[in-house]
């Protein structure tokens, strides 16, 4: 039976571990500050924002959402992005994605100041993160990379396999996963034989959004499982892309849908924020 990685534990102590750099940065007289830029109604993106506002809590991390409308023109986000940028009590914000499908995405993302792109989509970021430089790295893959480290596994000349190649999870979590000297595989839509590819993974993460697609004939025995997924089941009951309970009789570690991937984003998320802050220092 697969050991299971508990995303919530280990989201615990990355905050606890945070308290100490945001006490010393009361002592220089600064409050981390988050900002979520939210538009519209999907309803998914009101409980990731809760959650986000709920995790700065009991953090002496100072936080605002701005709700806009459904109908807010790109003009009017841009605006909003460009009184962040110039806030002093905001040192990183994001943009809630998706947007609504009138506005031009990465054109929104390309306005947000790259010291304060929290979520490290800006590309400069991502051109940082490709470069092996320093900057903010996506909050998903970075909370990965941390939860397959807690499982003691070496990843270093690892078998990697992301299944997944979404410019916020699959893409730069290969590019993290080269930077552990993992060897990595990329899998799509387009992936041919794609079980028999991902049995050769050490370490398997799936980031598909297709409810409990992984089954025990993708994974190698003893591999390291990461579900990234959150979907809804025919019950309409939370689940990821691994079928867990197929699945744990072959792993060896394997995160569970929810407790896993998803505390550990929301971590990582404050502790940009709190590097963003900390910047304020240098
Ligand atoms: P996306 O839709 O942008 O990308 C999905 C990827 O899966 C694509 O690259 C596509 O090629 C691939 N894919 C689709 N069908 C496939 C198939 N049959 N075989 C192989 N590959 C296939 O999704 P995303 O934004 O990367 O998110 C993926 C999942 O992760 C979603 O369920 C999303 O809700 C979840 N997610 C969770 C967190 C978290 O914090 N836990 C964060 C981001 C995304």
Known sequence: MAAIIDGSAAATQTKDELKQRISDLASHG?????????????????????????????????????????????????????????NPKIHGFLVQLPLPSH?????????????????????????????????????TPAGIIHLIKTTGVTIAGKEAVVIGRSNIV?????????????????????TQNLAAVAQRADILVAAIGKARMIKRSFVKPGAVVIDVGINKDENNKLCGDVDFTDVSEVAGYLTPVPGGVGPMTIAMLLRNTVEAARAQLL
């Open 30 to 86: 600064i409050v981390p500050g988050l900002c979520v830029i939210l538009v519209g109604n999907n309803p998914a993106s009101h409980v990731y924002v809760k959650n986000k506002e709920k995790a700065c809590q009991n953090m002496n991390i100072y936080s605002q959402v701005l709700r806009m409308p459904e109908e807010s023109s790109e003009a009017e986000i841009v605006n909003k992005v460009e009184e962040l940028n110039r």
């Open 103 to 139: 506005v031009n995405t990465q054109r929104v993302m390309n306005t947000i100041l790259p010291a304060k792109d929290v979520d490290g989509f800006h590309p400069i970021n991502l051109g940082h993160l490709l470069m092996g430089e320093a900057g903010p790295v996506p909050c």
């Open 170 to 190: 699959g893409k730069p979590l290969a590019l993290l996963l080269l930077r552990e000297n993992a060897t990595v595989t990329v899998c799509h839509s387009h």
